[in-house]
């Protein structure tokens, strides 16, 4: 059997001030090369905390109790300082839940975009805002030059929420983490980044753990599901599933 | 999209900060100040090197219209004649010579800019003439001339001695900030070790510890060393309390999953941030180099004559005595004051022109 590209085991996260309180309780989940992976789960369950987890952050306010993320194998608090840098960003990336928080308000959005494309793969400045024009078009942007120079607080939730996936899969990294990609936008915003993951996954041979609320998305789209309730991995029969399931497919 | 509203937080600041009479008038005058500070040898009727020891503590010089006969004869002023009364007090009284006012006349030849040789001055009279329009010193210089050339260092001296203790104060705040921990108490408690001393003595102390024997420039840069050494840590400390608390931004945490290394995150994503604020207190820390430049000069630590600063001219002025006799020696206290007060008033118009966006922004995240 080939080592999984990414891997989280056993993952337990429990608060600073109140170390009875686990957020995560011995979570794993496995990504392999090309696959969509769902993680489904109601508000509060932990998500967004998984998330940073397999990027290796654990939120200030948590303290990890045990388990390890491994790429390609290998744990990755194994890696040293430098490596670590280049990993994140560029094999793995995050796609934040909330893009107005996440881009910096004082540089516009293609300034960002451009900056991560120099951090990453030694690319010029004329080179990356070329690249970056790129992925905001291959993110489903008609408008890239406009968007680039907006600010943040300019772009509806919808270019925004694009944007941030330009940003998250500028450098080509193996594993994308969508942090509820679609939960702010229409059902026709929804459609079009889903095509796009597949476009994405096709195109950059990405792998993509997606994170969301919506059952239903996930079974049209993931090859495969982990289901979180209360920060527990659960099986599909689970009624708290079934409940999510059920509200979901509505 | 309509673009005539200007874009973004800086905009909207910087349309409250216009709406602030006080302040714009302050940023006027500063303008003018550092402008004709820029064009000293052109503004200034006379040079540094001149002094004319026939006319110690000459009286502010009356500019006159009609010759004395009645006729008119332009703006001129009149020749002086000194003579003492029976306190052997010095009195000027005017002779019927006329030198008219020459306005981009020739006077004495300097080096514009520091570079080409130029010998125009705005206003000057033609020789043995001579124009104090702020009266004249303890050896017949021209003390309009000499606040004028002296506002060269006295407004410099704040603005370099800023740049400097505000480009260490935001890096140091920012890495105790950003990594905290160990390195934060290190740089903190160093932070406290220079608060801890009483900023004159500290200023003092320092300047013993630089040599006596240097040359009017070095003397300058070393006050200016001086200076940002002190002002450092106070912002240092502000900048780290700010870093704290924008580290947790999300912004933050975008840029460090994006693999952006620490100075990049700490100088872009997270400095500009406290820019707002550091702008403010930029400007209001500007008034303490100046004073602190004007306190080293007076009591003669600072620039040297023949060079001006209003804080060395100040030293003439510290006997009450003179004071009484010669009044206008305490023009360059007045300018200290006025540029004091210009700095504080826009310094209090920028911080009121943001902190509402802080307050707005701090809500929003
Ligand atoms: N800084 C924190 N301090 C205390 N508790 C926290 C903190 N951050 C998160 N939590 C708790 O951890 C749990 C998981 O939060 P998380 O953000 O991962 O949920 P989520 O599944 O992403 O929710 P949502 O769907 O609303 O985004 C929640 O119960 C939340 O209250
Ligand atoms: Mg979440």
Not at chain 2, 166 to 189: E, K, N, P, Q
């Amino acid at each position: 059997m080939n080592t999984p590209l990414l891997a989280a085991r056993g993952i337990t996260l429990a608060l600073r001030e109140r170390p009875g309180t686990l957020i995560l309780n011995d979570v794993s989940l496995v990504v392999p090369r090309g696959k969509i992976i769902g993680v489904v789960g109601g508000s509060g369950s932990g998500k967004t905390t998984l998330a940073c987890m397999l990027l290796g952050f654990v939120p200030e306010a948590m303290r990890l109790k045990s388990g390890q993320v491994l790429w390609e194998g290998k744990n990755i608090q194994a890696m040293d300082a430098h490596t670590l840098r280049h990993w994140r960003g560029g094999r793995v990336s995050l796609s934040f839940q909330e893009p107005a928080s996440a881009f910096d308000p004082v540089f516009t959005v293609g300034d960002q975009i451009t900056e991560m494309l120099m951090a990453h793969g030694g690319n010029g400045r004329a080179r990356a805002q070329e690249k970056m024009l790129e992925f905001l078009a291959l993110a489903g942007v008609d408008d890239p030059r406009r968007v680039a120079a907006g600010y943040v607080h300019e772009l509806s939730g919808g270019l925004r929420q694009r944007a941030m996936i330009a940003l998250a899969v500028c450098t080509r990294p193996a594993v994308l983490v969508a942090d509820e990609p679609t939960s702010s936008l229409d059902v026709i915003l929804q459609a079009r980044i889903m095509a796009l993951f597949r476009t994405l996954r096709r195109e950059l041979d990405l792998s993509i753990v997606l994170i969301t609320h919506d059952l239903g998305m996930v079974q049209r789209l993931a090859d495969a599901t982990v289901i979180l309730v209360r920060g527990r991995v659960v099986a599909g029969d689970h009624p708290e599933a079934q409940a999510l399931l059920s509200a979901g497919g509505m | 999209m309509p673009m005539e509203t200007p874009r973004g937080e800086t905009g909207l600041a910087w349309q409250r900060f216009m709406k602030d009479r006080a302040a714009v008038v302050a940023l006027w005058i500063l303008g003018i100040f550092y402008a004709v500070a820029i064009l000293a040898d052109v503004a200034a009727p006379y040079t540094l090197k001149d002094e004319s020891r026939e006319h110690p503590y000459c009286p502010p010089t009356a500019v006159h219209f009609f010759a004395p006969d009645g006729r008119f004869a332009g703006a001129h002023v009149r020749g002086v004649q000194m003579t003492y009364d029976h306190f052997r007090r010095r009195i000027y009284n005017e002779t019927a010579d006329i030198y008219p006012l020459r306005f981009f006349g020739r006077g004495e030849t300097y080096r514009f800019l520091g570079a080409f040789p130029a010998d125009r001055h705005i206003i000057t009279v033609d020789a043995p003439g001579r124009i104090y329009l702020l009266g004249a010193d303890s050896r017949g210089r021209d003390v309009f001339s000499r606040i004028i050339h002296g506002a060269r260092v006295s407004l410099t001296i704040g603005l370099f001695g800023v740049l400097i203790s505000f480009s260490i104060g935001l890096l140091v705040g920012g890495i105790a900030g950003y990594f905290g921990g160990r390195t934060d108490h290190v740089l903190m408690r160093l932070c406290e070790m220079v608060m801890m001393v009483p900023g004159f003595y500290l200023l003092l102390a320092l300047r013993a510890a630089v040599p006596d024997s240097l040359d009017s420039l070095q003397v300058y840069a070393a006050i200016i060393i001086i200076l940002s050494f002190i002002g450092w840590a106070g912002l240092a400390r502000v900048i780290r309390g700010m870093c704290l608390s924008l580290k947790e931004r999300d912004y933050v945490l975008a840029a460090r999953t994006m693999g952006l290394s620490d100075l990049q995150i700490i100088v872009r994503h997270i400095l500009p941030h406290t820019l707002s604020y550091s702008l403010a207190a930029v400007t209001l820390a500007v008034p303490g180099y100046i004073l602190g430049e004007s306190a080293l000069s007076l009591i003669g630590l600072g620039i040297q004559d023949p060079y001006a600063s209003w804080g060395n001219m100040l030293a003439e002025a510290m006997s009450i005595v003179r004071i009484q006799f010669a009044p206008w020696i305490l023009w360059p206290a007045f300018f200290i004051g006025i540029t004091v007060l210009c700095f504080n008033a826009a310094g209090d118009a920028l911080r009121d022109a943001w902190d509402p966006l802080l307050k707005g922004r701090g809500e929003g995240a």
